[in-house]
């Protein structure tokens, strides 16, 4: 997760603030900054990981020299960050005179620094060279930058206190330059835990006692999400970063214009959309009963690892020979539920950041249904159809052994046609092609039918299991493989009832009787969609196979 936030917060931030026209030498410096957190994310947590994970010397070496470079190359530039705000606010006539060549030199000396001291390190590490000053370079090159930081923090604060001529300029010098002294402290406050204890380490105090791993996993976290809490401070600090990010959020241009009159013609599935696309403004206070920029971090990273999580299972599932057929139902689901994380959060993302806009926002609106109610239900009918399968398979053995590719292939088919035959009656009459008539009818009809299904299908297992068997081995394993699947239908059916117990209330018109407090409707649709990622988080617990699969592909 961590990564995931490094790598999209500073891509959007490097694109941010390469859109600037105002202070652009000075956010040119906040670039080089965020292209050195980007790296972290890129490079020095995944070396981390991997060095935890295989416990090899060679990834040892590799995750400290990316760790190294990375780490004085952001803490460098923090420090010619400071001593640039310092030369804006002490002497902003001649910072106006500055010209680009020494932005540009500025800007390469931490880079520079930072590939030294990295190849020094990596060279003691293989004795190459001695380590005869190993401290001094451990305790020199972090603490230049930490002096030049506090020097010129304290020349700010002596400067800003005097009158100047050019008030309106200097304000806005004084204001960047407080933003990056609270970028400069907080970036400190992470990075210098590690420090601390590298040099106890050069020291050799660390010999007399062991630190706890739990320890040193929360002092490297917090060394990493320094690369990251940059990204969280600008939008509050810096109002051109925040306008720009909203403008990204809206995908830049909307061609429509708000109107406070206008709302969406109520839909009687994915009615829980409708609910939040009728507000007028998208706020940008921290009201959780608002969109904003908490709720995108959650979908988010929720995106991420339904995307993540479900590639990794489609993978692990095809690399798997025995019980082939069970597992293409799981591949089929597995792919439903990766469709979840590229169409129907981010697009139900985007029906809530347009709302308020005219059939720009409508559009985007149906869009969201349509993806929403085609993914869900071939998610639920699937869990039917597996249920079934694991019945025929616990309850007549031999059958189940002689049953052909064909019957497989026509029973993964059935949820996605059954699927896109509801969705177009859906969409059809949101867009007044066809009539509305009896759809609460179809919500409960097509709800209810898996649901019978599995709760059929389980209590015929749970039956049949108790029965004794000639084949004790075989059917064990499809019993185990049946609860295996059961419990990841109870878990999904938890996930998955509340917004379709929201979506029956709506279409009977009880909403109407009280106010829905957003709130709710973002937790129930946040649950809906983790419907998508609970089944990754079970498997490796219940399967074997692909327990062992998902670890010789971390360790990869």
């Not at 052994?401 to 949101?430: D, E, G, K």
């Not at 004794?468 to 009832?497: C, D, M, Y």
Request: proline share 4%.
């Amino acid at each position: 997760v961590l990564v995931t936030l490094i790598i999209v917060g500073n891509i959007l931030t490097i694109w941010i603030f390469f859109k600037q026209r105002r202070q652009k030498r000075s956010y040119s410096l906040l670039i080089s900054l965020a292209v050195a957190d980007l790296l972290v994310g890129i490079f020095a947590v995944p070396f981390y990981i991997k060095a935890v994970v295989s416990q090899g010397y060679t990834w040892f070496v590799i995750s400290i020299g990316a760790d190294v470079f990375t780490g004085t190359t952001s803490i460098y530039t923090l420090a010619v960050i400071s001593l640039e705000r310092m030369f804006a606010v002490g002497w902003p006539l001649r910072h106006r005179t500055v010209n680009y060549r020494v932005y540009v030199c500025t800007i390469s000396i931490p880079w520079i620094i930072a590939a030294i001291f990295t190849t020094l390190v990596v060279l003691q590490i293989f004795n190459i060279i001695g380590r005869e000053y190993f401290f001094y370079y451990h305790v020199l090159i972090p603490g230049i930058p930490l002096i030049a930081i506090c020097v010129a923090n304290f020349v700010i604060w002596k400067k800003q206190k005097s009158p100047f001529r050019d008030q309106n300029h200097i304000k806005r010098e004084v204001k960047l330059a407080k933003t990056l002294a609270l970028l400069t402290g907080i970036s400190l406050f992470t990075w210098l835990p590690f420090q601390i204890l590298n040099i106890l380490f050069i020291l050799k105090v660390t010999e007399n006692f062991h630190p706890f791993p739990l320890t040193l996993f929360i002092i490297k976290f917090l060394q990493f999400s320094n690369s990251f809490v940059n990204v969280i401070i600008y939008p509050f600090r810096i109002p051109e970063f925040k306008h720009t990010l909203f403008q990204i959020l809206n995908f830049c241009v909307i061609p429509f214009r708000r109107t406070n009159t206008e709302t969406y013609p109520s839909a009687r599935i994915g009615s829980v959309v409708s609910l939040l696309t009728s507000k007028k403004k998208v706020p940008s206070k921290m009201d959780f009963n608002s969109w904003n920029i908490f709720w995108g971090i959650c979908f988010g990273v929720l995106v991420t690892l339904i995307i993540v999580g479900n590639i990794l299972t489609i993978w692990i599932f095809f690399k798997q020979r025995r019980q082939k057929r069970s597992y293409s139902l799981l591949i089929s689901l597995a792919v439903a539920d990766l469709l979840v994380g590229i169409f129907a959060v981010p697009f139900y993302i985007k029906a809530v950041v347009s709302q308020g806009y005219t059939w720009y926002g409508y559009t985007w609106y149906v869009i969201s249904i349509g993806a929403d109610v085609f993914t869900g239900t071939t998610s639920i009918y699937t869990l039917a159809v597996i249920s079934l399968e694991r019945m025929f398979a616990v309850s007549w053995p031999v059958r189940h052994r002689t049953l052909n590719c064909r019957v497989y292939v026509c029973a993964i088919s059935i949820p996605w046609i059954i699927a896109a035959i509801f969705t177009t009656s859906v969409v059809l009459p949101m867009l007044n092609i066809i009539g509305r008539e009896n759809s609460l009818y179809h919500i409960v009809l097509i709800s209810g039918i898996p649901l019978i299904a599995i709760c059929v299908a389980n209590f015929v297992i749970w039956k049949k299991q108790k029965m004794p068997f000639h084949n004790q081995n075989h059917i064990k394993r499809e019993v185990k493989l049946a609860k295996t699947l059961a419990l990841i239908t109870g878990t999904s059916l938890f996930t998955w009832l509340p917004f379709q117990i929201l979506n029956i209330l709506f279409a009977l018109k009880v909403t109407q009787n009280f106010h829905l407090i957003e709130l709710t409707t973002f937790i129930i649709k946040f649950l809906q969609f983790s419907n998508s990622f609970v089944n990754v988080i079970i498997y490796p617990f219940r399967i074997p196979e692909f327990k062992r699969t998902l670890f010789q592909i971390l360790k990869f």
